[in-house]
């Protein structure tokens, strides 16, 4: 094949959100030299900037619970796991959560798995919840409707208990976490190109040999990373892999509101984060006072597809406001509602199961870091230390899809099993929802 070639690196990541930046750092930290290329202005400034970034455990797999603990202490200790740090660091906040939850959900898969990793959690009755928080109406107003319902603004016949996890919380400030990450990348050798379009996938028979960009200038690699987020499809598309893999990727709009806290709920006075799939948001106090609400795929709220994320809006509606505001007053009474809505919108890189897909694919040394499915910020300290693995694995000859390749975690001393994590994997039997 004749290529012209400008340049050549061992590793090319495309995306320079918190996923990308988590790889180029542990990958340059293990000796390969990286560039990451990114069409936007900044790093972490794609869907990153506009996580909601909650730290919690409860996923239905097993691996999926232990790479979420062993990055809650990855996040604890972020400075001494970014290895270099020049200016001001995202700062980790400690927060308990609540799950409350629909009638007849199985909660038996997470509990298994916390059990088994030592996570601490409470279940809590109907009145322990009530006398735990007696700012929540803690009535079951299952299933989740829109204010427009007839049914809205009835009173509950029941009430809910809860399940509590003492330990989680949230990063103050997701895209400064994905600048730590980039700065010690750079700091250890990576090269970052910002305002750089990957066009296409440069290939060799069945091998990936690099990269063409958007000013015609072709980078040489045998290693091409797909971290493009919601994104993520049209460049799988480019490396023409889309067809040979079992999960697929799909961009998914999403709006997060604020609004100012409650006299009693706020990150002061009884700080905890809200999973609420009985009537379908979740919310956390921020520093500062305000509460940020978001959704969690509820039936009343229509799914928002978007092929093309640079081709949408990033005005919130008033629809998806008076939706999740007006649910989050149900539950916390005291809280005041502002006549307009003042959040973001974004998206989330969906696979059907909301599991992420760390693997290779059928194109040799084209790897894929996507399908985040709105709950992957979280896994950020982690993912790069998965892929880092799974590659050097896969260059040296593994065959990773006969034999899924086993991650050592640490700070926990537990396992990950990429298998679950597959882009041929049977669909995780999960929530269905962003929870994973
Ligand atoms: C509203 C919202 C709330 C969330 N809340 C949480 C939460 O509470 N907890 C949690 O754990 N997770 C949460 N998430 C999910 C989490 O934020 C994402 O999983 C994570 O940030 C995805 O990072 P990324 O690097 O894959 O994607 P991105 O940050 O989107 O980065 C992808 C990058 O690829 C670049 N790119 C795309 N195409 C090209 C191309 N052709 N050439 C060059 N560059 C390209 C883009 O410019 C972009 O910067 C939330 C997400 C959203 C949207």
């Given amino acids: 094949m004749n290529m012209q070639s400008n340049s050549e690196t061992d590793v090319v990541i495309i995306g320079a959100g918190v996923v990308g930046a988590s790889i180029a750092l542990e990958l340059q930290r293990s000796g390969r030299t990286v560039l990451v290329v990114d069409k936007g202005e900044s790093v972490g400034g794609g869907s990153t900037s506009a996580s909601s970034a909650l730290i919690r455990f409860n996923y239905s797999t097993r691996s999926g619970v232990v790479a979420a603990w062993e990055s809650f202490h990855r996040w604890k200790a972020w ?37 088994e990793l030592g996570i601490p959690f409470e279940e809590l009755g109907e009145n322990d919840l009530s006398e735990k928080y007696p700012m929540f109406n803690t009535g079951r107003f299952w299933p989740p409707c829109l204010p427009n319902d007839e049914h809205f603004f009835e009173d509950a016949e029941e009430k809910l208990g809860g399940f509590f996890v003492p330990s989680g919380g949230f990063i103050d400030d997701p895209q400064l976490a994905a600048q730590n990450l980039m700065d010690a990348a750079r700091h250890f050798g990576a090269k970052v190109s910002l ?10 028979q069945d091998k990936v040999v690099g990269v063409r960009l958007d000013n015609g200038e072709i980078i040489k690699s045998s290693i091409v990373i797909n971290a493009a987020g919601p994104w993520s499809s049209y460049i799988n598309d480019l490396a023409g892999v889309s067809e040979t893999m079992g999960m697929s990727t799909r961009g998914m709009r999403q709006e997060v509101h604020a609004l100012p806290a409650s006299e009693e709920f706020n990150f002061i006075d009884n700080p905890v984060m809200v999973g609420d799939l009985d009537l379908g948001f979740y919310t956390r106090p921020q520093p500062g006072g305000t509460l940020i609400v978001g959704g969690v795929e509820a039936d009343c709220d229509p799914a928002v ?54 693997d290779r694919t059928d194109l040799e040394g084209f790897y894929v870091a996507c399908g985040t499915s709105g709950n992957q910020f979280k896994n950020a300290p982690l993912i790069g230390h998965l892929m880092n693995e799974l590659i050097s694995a896969c260059e040296s000859g593994h065959d990773h899809d006969a034999d899924p390749v086993q991650v050592h975690c640490s700070l926990v001393n537990e396992t990950v099993d990429l298998g679950t994590f597959s882009r041929n994997r049977k669909p995780v039997a999960g929530t269905g929802t962003v929870l994973g």
Avoid: C
């Fill in 79 to 115: 400075e001494e796991h970014l290895g270099y740090v020049d200016g001001p660091v995202a700062q980790f906040h400690p927060l308990s959560m609540i799950l409350l939850e629909p009638p007849n959900f199985d909660r038996s898969s997470y509990l298994e798995h916390f059990n």
């Fill in 195 to 204: 305002r750089t379009s990957v066009v296409a996938i440069e290939k060799d």
């Fill in 305 to 358: 597809w978007i092929d093309d994320p640079d081709s949408d809006s990033p005005t919130p509606s008033i629809e998806s406001w008076e939706s999740l505001v007006w649910r989050l007053a149900k539950r916390v009474p005291e809280v005041s509602v502002p006549n307009r809505p003042t959040g973001l919108a974004s998206h989330y890189d969906v696979t059907p199961d909301w599991t992420p897909i760390y």
